[in-house]
C-alpha cells in the first residue's frame, strides 16, 4: 500500500517521526541534522536505524503512525471519537463528505482513510494558518496511501462559503462540523445534506451539545444520538496482572449526531 514519499520513524517509547524522503543534509524537528536518504535509504520496514544518538525502527506510514507523527496547531480529534463518528456515519468507498475546520486534520486523515479512493471529501477551514498544517498532513496521507478521495480545500468560515463548497458537490451524505460555534453553520449547512444523510458536531463543552442540538432541530434534522465515549487503557501491573492504567481518565468532547430524514424542509 506503502510507497517511500515519507519514511515512519518510531522511538522505542512509541514518540513517532515522519521524516520527507527528499535528498539533502537539513535539520528534522526532533531528530537532529542529517539526510535522510543516505540514513535511512531503503531500510527495511522493522529494521533500526540510528540517526545521532537515537535508535529507531522503521515502520509503514500506516494511518496510526501518521496521526501520532502529525504537525500539531489547532487541537485535534483523535481516534476515540474519530472512530465512532465514521462508524456511527456510516463512512465508506464513495461518499461525499463535508467537513469544518480542518484544524490540523487530525480527523480529515481519519476520514481520508475511510474513503479510499473513491470518495469526495470537502474541507473548509478560515484560518490559514491552521490549513496551512492541516493541508500538509493530508498531502503526507495521500502521498503515503495506495488510494485516497478526490480532496478539495475551501478557505473561509463554513456559513460564508456554502456557494464555493457547492461547486464540489451540490448535496453531501455526511457533514461534520468541530467548530467554536455550530448554530450558525448548521443553518448554513444543513440543506446541503442529502436525505439519509447525518451531520455531526464536535462539542467539548455542555453549552454547545445543547445549542446544537437545537440548531440541528431548528434546521429539520432529528437528532440521533448525542453523548461521549470514554476510554480506559489497561496494562501490565508491576508485580503482576492487567489493571487499568495510571494517569487522567480525560474528557474529550460530546459528540451530537443528526440525520436528514424529511426533504420537507428542503422544499418549503
Ligand atoms: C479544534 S479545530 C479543528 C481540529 C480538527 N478537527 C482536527 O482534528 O485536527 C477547530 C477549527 O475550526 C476552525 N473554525 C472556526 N470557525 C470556523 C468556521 N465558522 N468555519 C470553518 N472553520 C472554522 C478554526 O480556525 C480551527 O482551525
Not at 33 to 45: C, M
Not at 87 to 96: H, N
Not at 201 to 210: A, F, K
Not at 213 to 220: K, L
Request: charged share 20%.
Amino acid at each position: 500500500m506503502d510507497n517511500d514519499a515519507w519514511a515512519v520513524l518510531v522511538e522505542p517509547e512509541g514518540k513517532v517521526h515522519v521524516v520527507e524522503m527528499q535528498p539533502g543534509v537539513r535539520k528534522v524537528k526532533g531528530l537532529g541534522v542529517f539526510d535522510p536518504i543516505e540514513a535511512i535509504g531503503k531500510a527495511a520496514y522493522g529494521a533500526t536505524i540510528t540517526v545521532g544518538q537515537k535508535k529507531l525502527t522503521r515502520m509503514p506510514p500506516r494511518l496510526p503512525e501518521l496521526s501520532k507523527g502529525m504537525l500539531r496547531r489547532a487541537q485535534t480529534i483523535s481516534a476515540k471519537d474519530a472512530g465512532y463518528l465514521i462508524a456511527r456515519m456510516g463512512l465508506g468507498s464513495g461518499d461525499r463528505v463535508l467537513e469544518a475546520g480542518l484544524g490540523s486534520a487530525g480527523l480529515s486523515m481519519h476520514i481520508a482513510r475511510s474513503l479510499g479512493g473513491s470518495g469526495l471529501h470537502v474541507t473548509v477551514e478560515p484560518r490559514t494558518e491552521h490549513a496551512e498544517v492541516g493541508l500538509k498532513n493530508m498531502i503526507r496521507a495521500k502521498q503515503s496511501w495506495a488510494e485516497f478521495p478526490e480532496h478539495h480545500h475551501v478557505e473561509g468560515a463554513i456559513e460564508e462559503v456554502t456557494d464555493a463548497i457547492q461547486t464540489h458537490a451540490e448535496t453531501f451524505d455526511a457533514i461534520i462540523l468541530d467548530l467554536p460555534n455550530h448554530t450558525p453553520a448548521v443553518g448554513a449547512v444543513a440543506p446541503l445534506l442529502a436525505v439519509g444523510g447525518r451531520l455531526a458536531c464536535y462539542c467539548p463543552v455542555t453549552s454547545q451539545v445543547e445549542a446544537a442540538w437545537f440548531a440541528c432541530e431548528e434546521a429539520g434534522l432529528e437528532v440521533e444520538w448525542a453523548g461521549e465515549l470514554i476510554e480506559r487503557q489497561w496494562g501490565k501491573a508491576s508485580k503482576g496482572g492487567m489493571r487499568p492504567v495510571n494517569g487522567p481518565f480525560g474528557h474529550t468532547a460530546f459528540l451530537l449526531i443528526a440525520q436528514r430524514i424529511s426533504v420537507d424542509e428542503l422544499t418549503q
